[in-house]
């Protein structure tokens, strides 16, 4: 094998692929990118549950071939070449030359068979979304994705496609965010739950431009963008029926300017820390939003115009998850957001101005101060 690219170009592709390597495998080719120059040259991480390929097609092939080489080292020396066209051949006993400029470096390859096989993907359920579209639904729900490992399911997101509407949905226990969108698939009604881990992948390679191919496979997601390829194993289990988990009528309703909102609870939640998690205060006026926040080590307060009345009532909340729901609203063009209550200790749900998308949180019980 013997290619010609530029170093930069290279290193694009290099460096997104490597993003699914294993840090720390027991199989040696896992912690390594699969090099192949065939019709056009490809790069491919892969650690068993999420794979990336990346293809270079301005690359010239000089002789055809494979080999996996290691991901960080080969990250490293390319990011560090000089400015040009860089040269990697593959040489006697898989020893692989990289050059470019007046740089050389010789590193051991491992033949390109050790690498798992990729699973294989039938076509016909495949959809096709705007890239954009699909960037700002992941933008506004992803941050909700569970962390933990209580239940396996809920550290991915749910697609839903039925009656023509694409539902993206997250959830953690303690907040849910969603996203709806009417599309057209012409694959008929279908549900799956694609890795967090995977989906943030994805969001890293979109564009404004463009569209991306979504390929639904029996146990396996594939998602095609930008001479980019993400594979992930789907996650099995009973996803939380999110249509039911929302309240559809609830009495109290403020309307805020959502980046005001998010920088008043940003400026009172300054006193809260890792050892100091207390709870921000909202008490819900007429035509005002008092944010308040008392800990060991001071208090804070701030207060946010609103439209509408909440009758004075008090609900506490954890901070990261108000700024987390406001931030992704903000950041997907949102101007105003209506946050709706029913009691102290009932689910917050709020409906930023972009449509089809809602988020939920959970409040905290205050206590006597």
């Not at 095609?224 to 309240?247: C, I, M, Q, W």
Request: with cysteine; glycine share 10%.
């Amino acid at each position: 094998m013997k290619i010609k690219c530029e170093r930069g170009l290279l290193l694009t592709a290099l460096s997104t692929a490597a993003r699914a390597v294993s840090a720390r495998s027991t199989l040696p080719a896992l912690e390594g990118v699969l090099l192949w120059a065939e019709e056009d040259v490809s790069i491919t991480g892969y650690n068993m549950e999420t794979g990336i390929t990346a293809a270079v097609s301005e690359a010239e092939i000089i002789e055809r071939g494979g080999v996996i080489l290691p991901a960080r080292i080969l990250v490293d020396i390319v990011r560090k070449m000089p400015d040009g066209t860089l040269t990697l051949s593959v040489g006697d006993g898989l020893m692989t030359g990289i050059e470019c400029g007046s740089a050389r470096f010789r590193v051991m390859g491992m033949p390109p068979e050790q690498f798992p096989k990729l699973p294989e993907f039938n076509r016909e359920t495949c959809v096709a979304l705007e890239q954009k579209l699909l960037k700002s639904m992941l933008g506004g729900t992803l941050y909700a994705v569970s962390t933990g490992e209580n239940k396996t399911v809920h550290t991915g997101a749910l697609f839903d496609i039925g009656g023509g509407v694409l539902n993206v949905v997250a959830l953690d226990g303690f907040r849910l965010a969603m996203r709806a969108q009417a599309v057209e698939t012409g694959i008929g009604d279908v549900k799956f739950v694609a890795p967090g881990q995977a989906l943030r992948e994805v969001e890293h390679i979109l564009t404004d431009e463009g569209e991306v191919n979504i390929i639904i496979g029996g146990r396996h997601i594939m998602f095609e963008l930008n001479g980019f390829t993400v594979l992930s194993r789907l996650l099995d289990g009973e996803f939380l029926d999110y249509k039911k988990a929302v309240p559809e009528s609830q009495p109290i309703s403020l309307t805020a300017d959502a980046r005001a909102l998010l920088e008043c609870i940003e400026r009172v939640s300054l006193l809260v820390s890792e050892k100091i998690k207390n709870p921000v205060k909202l008490t819900c006026g007429d035509g005002a939003i008092n944010l308040s926040l008392n800990t060991p080590l001071g208090s804070a307060s701030d207060l946010c115009d609103c439209e509408g009345s909440g009758g004075d009532m008090e609900i506490g909340f954890n901070h990261r998850y108000l700024i987390d729901a406001l931030r992704a609203s903000v950041q997907g063009g949102c101007e105003n957001i209506t946050m709706k209550f029913s009691s102290p200790l009932s689910p917050c749900v709020m409906e930023p101005d972009t449509e089809g998308y809602r988020c939920m949180v959970l409040p905290v019980r205050l206590k006597a101060e």
